[in-house]
């Protein structure tokens, strides 16, 4: 059985810094895609950055210059860095590991259970 745990949420000022984390563990065979998405209230959840197994990046045009992806393949761990939070990067913060579990020849996507962060004067 394989689980996300997610952390690294909670409530900011503009400005300010948060580090998220999520942590994939049980029978993972292999890890490719790792990725971090949001979704504000009424909002859609979309994409605020990913990094392939070899560290290429990309992020969302909202974000760039800003928050920074990173991966720990040793750890299973993905982590976003967010400096200069903005009140519009309110929102639940989610993972997305693209992964192999054993006993199958096939990657599925997986997803963490979401931590809520709050930017706010």
């Known amino acids: 059985q394989v689980q996300l745990v997610e952390s690294g949420g909670g409530l900011v000022q503009p400005g300010e810094s948060l580090r998220l984390s999520c942590a994939a563990s049980?029978?993972?065979?292999?890890?490719?895609?790792m990725a971090w998405y949001r979704q504000a209230p009424g909002n859609q959840r979309e994409l605020v950055a990913d990094i392939t197994f070899i560290g290429m990046l990309n992020y969302a045009d909202s974000v760039k210059g800003r928050f920074t992806i990173s991966r720990d393949n040793a750890k299973k761990t993905v982590y976003l860095q967010m400096n200069s939070l903005k009140p519009e990067d309110t929102a639940v913060y989610y993972c997305?590991?693209?992964?192999?579990?054993?006993?199958?020849?096939?990657?599925?996507?997986?997803w963490g259970q979401g931590t809520q962060v709050t930017v706010s004067s």
């Open positions: 049980g029978s993972i065979i292999d890890i490719s895609l």
């Open positions: 997305k590991v693209r992964l192999r579990p054993r006993g199958s020849s096939q990657f599925d996507d997986y």
